[in-house]
């Protein structure tokens, strides 16, 4: 397990370095809080474009009710593995990607923990984009550079402090983004005079249903993050489950609503919100909120970073990270979102399956210090779950990430199958 000293930082706090003792102060309703907001994203209501118009533009759209059953059961099983980490997280008390040391030995674990700094860099990039550009669409006068830096700011600022900032999200945050879903919700559809399940059939489900559960993957690598700040196990799991799960729905659902009833196109999404009464108010609340996704996917970089280098100062990190995404944010623009889910999910539902796998078999006797030995071996399922998702088309009714986690996890039980079977004639 992890050496670990006394904490140098108050108990209501993460300490400055990884080598001190976490906290245990998050209750389930912090963590249901935390994972619901992260569930509502700007990116969720116009990426509910790829669900309805799974192959892409100028072809058809699936029905209504294909669209939502797609959501559900993507978003249910990317809660899922959400929570699944955040068990584990909350049993070790250690980070997601210092639980990776475990599975493949502290050497060999840099290459996910590299990957999901990446990564995290470019979804923190993402989120001061999208938040500062639905900011200029209800504040039309300020400049998107000025709202770019603004958040950059915020960001920082709630990354430097995390698990207050779970709290600030549980005691205000919430109920006032839950209020502001239940009305753009209610309005829209007045508006559009109520809901049928449409004329689209189901060919493309399994498409939407990649893309909503590659969101909920995407979360994975920082499930333990939190989770090992949890008070109980459960707390950890039903937070996590129900918070991902209900909000997410939602999210995606609005987006849908949106599409079939009052928007042409996802681009006049954020619009039809502006459109209906108090649409602006209830639409500033949820766009504030983003906040949470960035302060999230620092908080997150951070962590992995400190993964490889446990004795930086969390708050130093977080800062340096928080400007990368910042400037970052200034120069880019969000083109190949889809594209960039697609790949998230390619390389994390593999590395999810020989988590869980090897945790159920190995857990036990898992090394998470700075000297556990290499497994190189086990990268090699990792690595065929990637190769799965990419070599299974995308098909009307397959999900091309289930059959990626499932032959990571059959990989991963041949490995210890063989090892055991090794073991037996020695």
């Known amino acids: 397990m992890v050496d670990v000293a006394r904490p140098h930082t108050t108990p209501d706090e993460v300490p400055h370095t990884l080598t001190e003792q976490a906290p245990r102060t998050l209750g389930t309703l912090d963590q249901a809080a935390l994972w619901g907001n992260l569930g509502v994203s700007l990116l969720g209501f116009t990426g509910a474009i790829f669900v309805l118009q799974p192959f892409g533009e100028g072809t058809p759209y699936v029905s209504l009710t294909a669209a939502l059953v797609a959501v559900v059961v993507?978003?249910?099983?990317?809660?899922?593995?959400?929570?699944?980490?955040?068990?584990?997280?909350?049993r070790t008390g250690a980070p997601t990607m210092v639980l990776l040391r475990g599975v493949f030995g502290a050497r060999a674990s840099t290459v996910p923990t590299v990957l999901n700094v990446v990564q995290m860099v470019g979804?923190?990039?993402f989120e001061i984009v999208t938040i500062a550009t639905a900011l200029t669409q209800v504040v039309p006068g300020v400049p998107r550079w000025a709202w770019v830096l603004t958040c950059g700011a915020a960001t920082i600022a709630l990354a430097v402090r995390p698990l207050g900032s779970v709290r600030l999200l549980r005691r205000w945050?919430?109920?006032?983004?839950?209020?502001?879903?239940?009305?753009?919700a209610g309005n829209l559809i007045g508006q559009s005079g109520g809901l049928s399940g449409g004329s689209g059939g189901w060919?493309?489900?399994?498409?939407?249903?990649?893309?909503?559960?590659?969101?909920?993957?995407?979360?994975?690598?920082?499930?333990?993050?939190?989770?090992?700040?949890?008070?109980?196990?459960?707390?950890?799991?039903?937070g996590a489950f129900a918070g991902t799960t209900v909000m997410g729905v939602a999210c995606y659902a609005?987006?849908?609503?949106a599409l079939v009833s009052v928007a042409d196109g996802p681009d006049q999404v954020f619009a039809s919100f502006l459109a209906v009464p108090l649409g602006v108010l209830a639409f500033l609340v949820v766009t504030v909120r983003e906040l949470d996704q960035s302060f999230a996917n620092v908080y997150a970089t951070t962590v992995s970073t400190q993964a490889l280098r446990p004795r930086w100062d969390r708050r130093v990190v977080s800062v340096v990270v928080g400007v990368l995404v910042t400037v970052l944010a200034l120069a880019v623009r969000i083109d190949n979102y889809e594209s960039f889910l697609y790949a998230i999910g390619s390389v994390f539902l593999g590395l999810l399956a020989v988590l869980l796998v090897d945790y159920l078999v190995a857990g036990r006797r898992w090394d998470l210090s700075e000297t556990s030995a290499t497994r190189w071996v086990l990268l090699l399922p990792w690595a065929a779950g990637i190769a799965?998702?990419?070599?299974?088309?995308?098909?009307?009714?397959?999900?091309?990430?289930?059959?990626?986690f499932l032959v990571a996890a059959a990989a991963t039980g041949l490995v210890h199958g063989l090892a055991w079977s090794v073991r037996r004639t020695v």
Do not use: E
């Not at 799965?388 to 990626?404: E, K």
């Open 74 to 90: 993507g978003t249910a099983v990317g809660a899922a593995a959400v929570a699944a980490v955040a068990a584990i997280g909350a």
């Open 123 to 125: 979804w923190g990039t």
């Open 173 to 184: 945050v919430s109920i006032a983004v839950v209020i502001a879903l239940l009305w753009l």
């Open 203 to 238: 060919s493309g489900f399994g498409v939407g249903v990649d893309v909503t559960l590659a969101v909920g993957i995407s979360w994975v690598p920082m499930a333990a993050d939190y989770a090992r700040h949890s008070r109980t196990v459960r707390s950890a799991v039903v």
């Open 254 to 257: 609005i987006g849908l609503v």
């Open 388 to 404: 799965a998702y990419y070599l299974i088309p995308p098909g009307p009714l397959v999900s091309r990430s289930l059959v990626s």
